[in-house]
């Protein structure tokens, strides 16, 4: 008995020990000769479904990070290393609030993330309750920057902006259009646009069908939309759910054109759907990697380090410098210092030039349509929104 | 018409996976009375090892017809599988037979999250593609619905192995010791059986139809990925309830039953509602009808035995 009181009193000492450490603030750990580390948070589900597309992400940062750090940064006169930290949210919105606190916890000055708008929201308003800028490479759902947040930006064009070119383009593809999507913030939120934007181009909107984000059969709902003989087929998801849709839309014997946003477009969606990707259209915000300003660079240096390229590295590469970016121009790396520095931003990226408007979105933001040919996805035409 | 005759076939073709990995959990649970958390994933590395033997032997001799190839993978992936089950058995299991009842589910749950992080650190987090060129890819219309090779082989595939399992327990020694087993484990000891190698054989037989159907979920799906087992397995062990757990014949209505349920229920709840309730609800419907069936016959639809045992 005595020795299990001890041992308990021992685990809990050591437990405070850990949490009074975790307290600590690092935000200005001063190494010998004045020389700073500051920690730039990451989030992405890093497990799960969608982790290849998550890693690539923080492969964004860290080259970006990497490059900083060789540069020799120095703000406010001190030497400056900046450090990665990497969280993995499960593209869980509990997930991100907990990774979130954890992160502030540790001290990060600015976080770059998180993937999903559904796990982006709710991190928000922690990173915003702390006063820590926050940048989503990916996330498009309207709400991230209209919950008035002023710590919210995204270098990513969103889904408002995004929705009312599909919809357009698929009243342009024909006059009868359905609509899937996953039931996420990100996918509802797309296909609720395009609906809207669809039926303002004069297109009908046959059928609205949901599914989820863990889902490999969509038979059932494909079925019931082939009864209503649709032109075009929108899916407002990923690519996980995006290839076996185009599978079995044929299997089925549907000839309707599938149409999707950026979440279907990844070299995964064409390696999992093989000879049934063929035909599919899909748009990202942005240019083309390739017609992006200094696209052909950056993939050269991510391809030697990471190898291919899945969807948002290019933006999450951005994100980090414009953070940077904003630390420099404020001499500052103190998030209250160099957050109104972070609305000023006009950088020229590798996505092209970025600058925020007044709720923290991309004032500009062309939108590319890309078809899959010969097993690869190429450029059908760059539309900018009005 | 043809479209409730195509999601006939969906449901079918759903439900006859559903009902191959159910079989798993009856069979084991009709003589353990242990809810087998690991099956799902067992079914999941079988098309996880399949799709690796499919990848390497296509990347070495892409000239063999595919359905060899597809062939070679299926025969790597079922003694893996059997192995796995048994390994399953001895390590989480057989220790525990003897312990409360909730121990076994815990390391059950325990093997099960095991298994899915080990397929993740060898396979990685990302989909896998399965090769689907290597498969025929005729499409048929019968009835006015739309029905491919590959769907047609699972149907077939899963209808005679069915009748396999069912000859096996019904009409051969080592069926007759694992029905002794299920009735009373420690007279069938008495009577010369030896339970543990018939629970052994019970675990490596269903491991063997979770490779299979994982086989065909992949090759009908053009997908694999370590997590697939989860939801899988869950459909699956809802089917075995559906039907009434134990009962192989309840196993197979019960996997057949809710793949119908949820190919009509998605088709169609849309369309009856007025488009209140939508595809959405596609999963509930299942589930509500599983609901609804135990509430009325909380032994299953097939099930009869009651589990009495000291």
Redesign the interface.
Known sequence: MKSTLLALSVAMAVGLGVSACGEKKTEAAAGENGAVTVKIGQSSP????Q??IG?DNDNGVRLAIDEINASKPVIDGKPVTFEVMSEDDQADPKTATIVAQRMIDEGIVGVIGHLNSGATIPASKVYSDNNIPQISPSATAIKYTDQGFKTAFRVMTNDAQQGKVLGAYAAKLGKKVAIIDD?TAYGQGLAAEVEKAAKAAGAEVV??????D?A??F???L??I??KAPDVVFFGGM??QA??IA?QMH???MTAQLLGGDGMQTP?FI??????AEGAIASIPGLPIDKMPKGADFKQKFEAKYGQIQLYSPYAYDAAYVMVDAMKRANSTDPAKYLPELGKTSFEGVTGKISFDAKGDLTSGPITLYKVQAGQWTTLETILPQ | MD?FA??LV??L??GSVYALVALGYTLVYGILELINFAHGETTMMGSMIALAVIGALFGVAPDLPGILIVLAGLLVAIPACMLLGYSIERVAYRPLRHAPRLAPLITAIGMSIVLQNVA?LIW????I?F???LLP?G?HDVFGA?I?DV?IAILVLTVTIMAGLVTLVNRTRLGRAMRATAQAPAVAQLMGVNVNRVISATFVIGAALAAIAGVM?SAN???A?Y??GF?LGLKAFSAAVLGGIGNLAGAMLGGLLLGVI???????I??LTGGFL???Y??IFAFLVLILVLTLKPSGLLGSRSVERA
């Open positions: 890093l497990t799960g479904p982790a290849h890693k039931q059928a609205v069908e949901h599914t989820n863990k490999s059969d038979t059932a709902i079925t019931s082939k009864g690519d996980p290839a076996p599978k299997q089925l014997g995964k390696e999992l759907a093989a000879a049934d | 479209i195509q999601q969906n449901g073709v759903l993740m990685g987090k990302q989909y593609a090769p689907t060129t890819q499409r739309s491919t769907q979920v799906y053009g997908q990925h997590y697939m939801l949820e190919a009509l229920g998605a088709g169609y849309g369309d939508g595809s959405n596609q999963d």
